[in-house]
């Protein structure tokens, strides 16, 4: 009687072709999206902290608050995190990490 139900639990739990198509372009996707953001967070930052420190043209530095960096650093950490989690759930992961 166990023996029976195991496999019927398996072959419930047998995906389909389409759905297993699916949910890797869905996986290769969010990985890709989440390279790109690191990315350009930190190609972000690059840039602000050239900008800000004038190493394209030493005349120009100093041409900004202080605060543009650092506040700019907050939000990438205030909205990266969120962003991950939101990634997470549409992963459909059977066994979360």
């Not at 990985?31 to 900008?51: R, Y």
Request: proline letters at 4%; one cysteine or more.
């Amino acid at each position: 009687m166990q023996e029976l139900l195991q496999d019927m639990m398996k072959e419930d739990t047998d995906l389909t072709w389409k759905y297993k198509c699916c949910l890797w372009t869905i996986r290769i996707a969010l990985n890709v999206f989440v390279g790109l953001l690191i990315a350009g967070s930190g190609v972000l930052i690059w840039f602000l902290l050239c900008w800000e420190a004038g190493i394209d043209d030493p005349k120009a530095g100093g041409h900004t608050t202080t605060m543009v960096v650092p506040i700019v650093i907050s939000i990438i950490m205030m909205v990266a995190p969120v962003l991950f989690s939101w990634m997470t759930r549409y992963e459909r992961l059977s066994s979360p990490r």
